[in-house]
């Protein structure tokens, strides 16, 4: 048995589409989900997606509520803080597609939940 490829995608970006139903603040709340979609759909748009590409993928919460919106991309493990679909299309052009991290997105260091 042949161990499995560690890079397997060359980029995996997983957004938090968390929704708190007690009113806590949460990334569903500044429209997530619509991230998520748009993300996926510029990704598979622009001929990334599979193997040896970029997958995208939904999160639970990912614990750094404070940031959020939130997405992380690995293997790199670059945290992002976006508003709108002009930053996941900057995200998906610059980061995913070519392997240059968007700095103006990143999310503060220090912000967890
Ligand atoms: S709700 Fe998104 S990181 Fe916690």
């Not at 161990?3 to 995608?9: C, F, G, K, N």
């Not at 980029?11 to 009113?23: P, Q, S, V």
């Not at 998520?36 to 990704?43: A, I, L, Q």
Request: proline share 5%.
């Amino acid at each position: 048995m042949t161990a499995p490829d560690p890079s397997y995608y060359q980029h995996h970006i997983f957004f938090c589409l968390n929704k708190r139903e007690n009113g806590d603040s949460c990334c569903a709340d500044h429209d997530a989900q619509e991230a998520f979609d748009y993300c996926k759909s510029e990704v598979k748009k622009q001929g990334l997606s599979g193997a040896g590409k970029v997958r995208v993928n939904k999160a639970g919460c990912l614990d750094r509520c404070a940031g959020g919106p939130v997405a992380v991309v690995y293997p790199e493990a670059v945290w992002y803080s976006y508003v709108d679909k002009a930053d996941i299309k900057e995200i998906v052009e610059s980061h995913l597609a070519n392997g240059v991290v968007v700095e103006r997105l990143l999310t503060p260091p220090h912000l967890g939940r």
